[in-house]
T-cell receptor, first 110, second 116 residues
Framework: DAKTTQPNSMESNEEEPVHLPCNHS???????IHWYRQLPSQGPEYVIH???SNVNNRMASLAIAEDRKSSTLILHRATLRDAAVYYC???????????FGGGTRLMVKP | EAGVVQSPRYKIIEKKQPVAFWCNPI?????LYWYLQNLGQGPELLIR????????DSQLPKDRFSAERLKGVDSTLKIQPAELGDSAVYLC??????????????FGPGTRLTVL
């Protein structure tokens, strides 16, 4: 699986958009890009995934660079509940083999 | 719909004692995972089951760790004997691996193990 680089931490104000970057320059053409997040004292939860096209769901949007070497998770209006560690995970399958890195700890200020 | 259930939520034991963790996956999920998460790090896969079969246990320290998934439903992870370095959160996850489905993993809350 491709290696990823994410900022260790980011800070956002409540109700403002948040853009969480991820570099995955060694990604292969068939790797999916998954995002999970982990709220305090909970197990990780699925956020979104994509292959080539940008994706939207009720939780977030995923913007994938044209060369696929990077992606950005977009939270359109951060809430206090969005404070979590966000993991970007490129993987050569449809989600059944996840290799977690260190992720980005997002702090949301009221 | 009930999520992934794990018990106990917390466990404190002395080193060299045995310990066991239990996981009940979401009904109908054929794939079950055990992860270990050290403080400040992402989860690391220990073992993955497809139904009753352990299809990936390459990261499971087999000298002291064992796991089973009898009947392809719930699962138990055991450590015997526990060492100080085993203090961590043990996470269980499950997913449905269908031929055309995306295998979203659903995680339980974890068991926090403290070895004294």
């Amino acid at each position: 699986d491709a290696k990823t680089t994410q900022p260790n931490s980011m800070e956002s104000n409540e109700e403002e958009p948040v853009h969480l970057p991820c570099n995955h320059s060694t990604i292969s053409g068939t790797d999916y890009i998954h995002w999970y997040r982990q709220l305090p004292s909970q197990g990780p939860e699925y956020v979104i995934h994509g292959l080539t096209s940008n994706v939207n769901n009720r939780m977030a949007s995923l913007a994938i660079a044209e060369d696929r070497k990077s992606s950005t998770l977009i939270l359109h209006r951060a809430t206090l509940r969005d404070a979590a560690v966000y993991y970007c995970i490129p993987t050569r399958n449809a989600g059944n083999m996840l290799t977690f890195g260190g992720g980005t700890r997002l702090m949301v200020k009221p | 719909e009930a999520g992934v259930v794990q018990s106990p939520r917390y466990k404190i034991i002395e080193k060299k004692q045995p310990v066991a963790f239990w996981c009940n996956p979401i009904s109908g999920h054929n794939t079950l995972y055990w992860y270990l998460q050290n403080l400040g790090q992402g989860p690391e896969l220990l073992i993955r089951y497809e139904n009753e079969e352990a299809v990936d246990d390459s990261q499971l320290p087999k000298d002291r760790f064992s796991a089973e998934r009898l009947k392809g439903v719930d699962s138990t992870l055991k450590i015997q004997p526990a060492e100080l370095g085993d203090s961590a959160v043990y996470l269980c996850a499950s997913s449905y691996a269908g031929s055309r489905s995306y295998n979203e993993q659903f995680f339980g809350p974890g068991t926090r193990l403290t070895v004294l």
